[in-house]
């Protein structure tokens, strides 16, 4: 016979853990104990003698996203079981930290497991669940709170493959699983404890041009764009958005073109290997996207995040191939002609520190795909000393470790000196870079002042925001009731991640403008408000050009979220040509290749702005060009 506990009581023991947490300095995660926590099943026995409330709790605590609930059944001082039963974590990142944090708390009989590398915050929240839920049983958290140990390994190996990746994120993965399928031996080192660098994180959509399934698709030759259809016309639309002063190519983008041409192919070959695509189509009333063609189950909807764990598994369970994780690599193997013949690398403990692997990879060729460098703060002083001091809301591994390498190799830097995007991210990071479609409003500064236009150019006006000192650096998106339920279920693009931040308190709510303005010291709040409407009731453009305004309506209040424009990745990066071989000056330049030494994804920036186009989709360039150098390395070796 089980029995719930009051309310009362639950939210006394999950306050009083929470104290006890943050005393302990251990509470990086937010513990809830509000209204909305769940039924706190008690144990079938009333208390013993020594107090404990032996059974099965289910407890939640704030991870990444949302909330992550956690059941921890603990008896006679033993946690039995410990499983995450529900969390709508990153696919591809929160989820690796669900599957695997709670076994290792059981193994342990701690809560004071290391981290998974990669997923912090997840792992975090469901230490914070567990200790819920010991204290809820009347445990001590010393109790369950020994230190965890990680494996010193202090062994040398040496592995010979034709092709040794650096790095399994977006075009790691792609290039590594594409070189498996041509025939190739192939190892991979990733310095975190889980695949996936920045893909989990991208939207899903995937310009897969030229690609047979959009042909198919367009029964009656009006159902895609015709530049969805053919690379030329496809190249032609970007071409327009060439800067003459950073073209070397005179308008032909050799770069993209192979990128692109490429991910049509990558696509329909991604079908082939069980990686799947949303429906297609512009369907009565609800998914109106249109014919970009997303990942399934669709965009923002963790569709890169599942095609990137299918391909991580393809990796790995594929006789020839392999991912060695907590493997770091440190430097590249050169012959006396200069030549890369493989690399060293080192095993790693969750907070970095060498943990005594040494390994040596001898290959045929090596290719870097271990990303930007937007997290190593001496590089964003080098190439972007504008950005010094913001934060990056990017993969926490992108640190510049390849481009250091191919430096050290002989290679250079290319694409310095452009502006770098931003996007939308809530005060505490989580993503909102849709949230100016799902969420019609405006978004207004440290006065409350309107910033202007955020619907045309979103990333680069996000950007310039945060650059620019008269915004105060405080920012709040405003917007009205009527915008509340898209904010939760975005129909148009299929997906309800932002739904997170009402349960994250971060929408908050005030009965009038007046009260707004005054509570959080945004005196131009009222005007910015006015002046939108009036544009939205003429129909005309409001002074900053911004058509379509939306009508806000204050008659039931006013929503406000605090929001931070944040940068998100580099595009500067290494010389390379458009085969993907890593190059000692720009192709433009005639560059000279680095024999045995390629590249692909934002280890060489922004293949974009090689081609004298602004920054636009590292994930599509990084999965079309890896996809089209691992065809490159297949015909060289
Ligand atoms: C938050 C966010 C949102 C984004 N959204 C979009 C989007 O919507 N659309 C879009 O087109 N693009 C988007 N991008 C950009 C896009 O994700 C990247 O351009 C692309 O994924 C880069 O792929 P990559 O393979 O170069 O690097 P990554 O995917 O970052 O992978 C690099 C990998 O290398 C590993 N690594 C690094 N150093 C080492 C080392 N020394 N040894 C071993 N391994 C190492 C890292 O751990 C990581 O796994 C987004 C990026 C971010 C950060």
Redesign the pocket.
Known sequence: MSKKISRRSFLKGAAAGAATLAAAGMMNATVFADGEAEAVEVPATEANAEGHRDGKYMTKAMGHEDYVYVSTSIFDGVITDCKVVSHKETIGIGNYACARIPKAIVANQSVNVPNLRGCSTTSMAIKVAVMQAIQLAGYELTDFFGAVAEEDVNAEETLDVDVVV???????LVAAAKLLDLGKKVLV????GI?????A???S?VAAIGAPTLSNYDVDGKSTQPYNLDIDAWIALLNGMIKPEMDHYEGKMPFERVAYAKLGEAAEWFKSIGIGFMTLGSFEGEVTYGTTMYLAPGCYMGGAGYAMMALAQRIEKHPEGEIKYM????ELIQDESGKVTGIK?VGVKSNDEENGYKLTVNAKAVLL????FARNADMIAEYYPDYVGKFF???S???G??IQAGLAAGSAMECIGQYLPGYLSSSTYF?L?FIHYSTPGIMVNKSGDSVGNIMSGNHEKMAKCKLDPANGDEFWYVFDENSAPSTKNYLDYGFNTYEAMYNRGEVLHYDTVEAAAEELNLPGLAAAIEANNAAALAGTKDEFGRGNCPYIDVFQGINLIKVDPTF??TSAGLCADDAGHVLKAPMYEGGEAISGLYG????LGSIEEKDGKQYG????C?MGF?YAVAETIAAEI
């Open positions: 650096v790095g399994a994120g977006t075009a790691g080192v990733e310095k975190r695949p996936g660098g920045s893909m994180m991208t939207y959509g493997t770091k690599m440190t690398a795909s271990s990303g930007g809301n990017c993969c591994a992108s640190t470790d390849g993503e870079a998100y990745l692909a994804g934002d280890v989709m590292g994930f599509d990084g890896g």
